[in-house]
């Protein structure tokens, strides 16, 4: 069974920083392609950023293109994304999200229809 716990959420002001963590079991991050979405109150989930299932590469939204890294750690089996600059529009719940391993290696996946597996969500708010 393949789980995913996302931490690290909470309150931060305007210009601060997070990091959140994506511990999963079940399955290996470096067998699949990993990504991180928001969704905010009202709001349709989106795409963060993501990492290619190969590790080569990473990609981004633009509204946090310069700010966010999404990074993982195969020894510790978990994916992370840190959180710069951070704005008052960047407060949302933030889902770690995995794809299954058949995925090709170097291909970006935006799409939420794109990963099979979802974490339960840890609130970030941001205030002004």
């Known amino acids: 069974q393949v789980q995913l716990v996302e931490s690290g959420g909470g309150l931060v002001q305007a210009g601060g920083s997070l990091r959140l963590s994506c511990a999963v079991s079940?399955?290996?991050?470096?067998?699949?392609?990993m990504g991180w979405f928001r969704q905010a109150p009202g709001e349709e989930r989106e795409f963060v950023v993501g990492?290619?299932?190969?590790?080569?590469?990473?990609y981004d939204a633009d509204s946090v293109k310069g700010r966010f890294t999404i990074s993982r750690d195969s020894a510790k089996n978990t994916v992370y994304l840190q959180m710069n600059s951070l704005k008052p529009e960047d407060t949302a719940v933030y889902y770690c999200?995995?794809?299954?391993?058949?995925?090709?290696?170097?291909?970006?996946?935006?799409?939420?229809?794109?990963?099979?597996?979802w974490g339960q969500g840890t609130q970030v708010t941001v205030s002004s």
């Open positions: 079940g399955l290996s991050v470096s067998r699949a392609a």
């Open positions: 999200a995995a794809t299954s391993v058949l995925v090709r290696s170097s291909t970006y996946y935006r799409g939420a229809d794109d990963y099979d597996y």
């Open positions: 990492i290619t299932k190969n590790g080569a590469n990473t």
